[in-house]
């Protein structure tokens, strides 16, 4: 399947973005085995694609769970508990930002802002489901909803 993106982008200049890109979308990751199959296809050197990976925030060389966490620390968060909550997921799911259970079911992100000020303290639960926000958490209410997607149910 690497093979048909490599062809798509064959002696395009400035490609390897979108390599990188499709290639992340198929595995979920930029694996070194991905890396070193690109550099052998494309003649681009394995550390340019490396320093390209490594400088864009989204690529990553770890999979993820199948649910992404984001948890919000924006200002309006912040105000209103979301270190409270930062603490419960984490104890909760037993890792830090970064991090994925060792189940391959949650990775957990503390970002910035998720621009949903209003429903603070908010997180986010993206999967291949979809995107579902969650607002107005407590401690309990956010490892209620984490509960209920690792049990396959959907939350409310």
């Given at each position: 399947m690497l093979d048909s993106i490599l062809e798509k982008y064959l002696g395009e200049p400035g490609g390897l973005i979108g390599i990188l890109q499709e290639t992340q979308e198929l595995?979920?990751?930029?694996?070194?085995?991905?890396?070193?199959?690109?550099?052998?296809?494309?003649?681009?050197?394995?550390?340019?694609?490396?320093?390209?990976?490594t400088f864009y925030a989204q690529f990553r060389f770890e999979p993820v769970g199948k649910n992404i966490v984001l948890l919000c620390m924006g200002t309006a968060c912040h105000v209103n508990g979301a270190s409270e909550i930062v603490e419960a997921?984490?104890?909760?799911?037993?890792?830090?930002?970064?991090?994925?259970?060792?189940?391959?079911?949650?990775?957990?992100?503390?970002v910035a802002c998720l621009g949903c000020c209003s429903?603070?303290?908010?997180?986010?639960?993206?999967?291949?489901?979809g995107e579902e926000v969650y607002g107005s958490l407590t401690r309990q209410s956010a490892v209620k909803i984490l509960d209920g997607l690792a049990a396959g149910e959907v939350a409310s």
């Amino acid at each position: 399947m690497l093979d048909s993106i490599l062809e798509k982008y064959l002696g395009e200049p400035g490609g390897l973005i979108g390599i990188l890109q499709e290639t992340q979308e198929l595995y979920g990751y930029l694996s070194e085995e991905a890396i070193f199959e690109i550099s052998k296809k494309t003649g681009i050197p394995v550390a340019k694609i490396y320093g390209v990976a490594t400088f864009y925030a989204q690529f990553r060389f770890e999979p993820v769970g199948k649910n992404i966490v984001l948890l919000c620390m924006g200002t309006a968060c912040h105000v209103n508990g979301a270190s409270e909550i930062v603490e419960a997921v984490s104890e909760h799911l037993g890792i830090a930002d970064g991090e994925t259970t060792k189940d391959g079911l949650f990775t957990l992100n503390i970002v910035a802002c998720l621009g949903c000020c209003s429903l603070a303290p908010v997180m986010m639960v993206r999967s291949n489901d979809g995107e579902e926000v969650y607002g107005s958490l407590t401690r309990q209410s956010a490892v209620k909803i984490l509960d209920g997607l690792a049990a396959g149910e959907v939350a409310s």
